[in-house]
């Protein structure tokens, strides 16, 4: 057998290869794209750099350091309620204190939450761009992972 057929065979197997190689990242690429798109339905801060939402969670955790401040405040400020303090007006008066420091400590309580969810929307989302990538390493990732 000549040389020449030998490299013509060898040539057309290795392009062969080559080819099924290409077709299955072509369609492992597409799968991992679908999958990636109904695993993050709604992802607000997607165009935000990696940087500034790292920023933006160190900014929301020691906001929320604060806000429990706050919330832990309201609270050692609740009113305990007298059983009778004589006159009807007497009793309305403690009750609007009452309502206005549970109003306080509802909204102290409403802040820590909204800054907890708003910190774990971040995590997700941090997360999300550690499995999935971020720049080439995305769709090399999309491209590699089965």
């Given at each position: 057998m000549s040389l020449r057929?030998?490299?013509?065979?060898?040539?057309?197997?290795?392009l062969l290869l080559l080819v099924l190689l290409?077709?299955?990242g072509v369609w492992n690429y597409h799968r991992n794209l679908q999958i990636e798109k109904l695993s993050g339905e709604r992802r607000p801060y997607e165009s935000y750099a990696v940087a500034d939402v790292e920023a933006l969670r160190a900014a929301y955790a020691?906001?929320?350091?604060?806000?429990?401040?706050?919330?832990?405040?309201?609270?050692?400020?609740?009113?305990?309620?007298?059983?009778?303090?004589?006159?009807?007006s007497d009793n309305v008066a403690q009750f609007q204190r009452t309502?206005?420091?549970?109003?306080?400590?509802?909204?102290?309580?409403?802040?820590?939450?909204?800054?907890?969810?708003?910190?774990?929307?971040l995590e997700r989302e941090l997360d999300l761009r550690?499995?999935?990538?971020?720049?080439?390493?995305?769709?090399v990732k999309r491209l590699t992972t089965i």
């Open positions: 057929l030998q490299a013509g065979r060898a040539t057309g197997s290795i290409s077709g299955a020691s906001e929320l350091y604060g806000v429990r401040a706050r919330f832990d405040a309201a609270k050692r400020k609740r009113i305990r309620p007298k059983r009778d303090v004589g006159s009807f309502a206005q420091t549970s109003a306080a400590i509802r909204d102290a309580a409403a802040g820590v939450a909204d800054r907890q969810d708003q910190i774990a929307e550690e499995r999935f990538g971020v720049g080439l390493m995305r769709h």
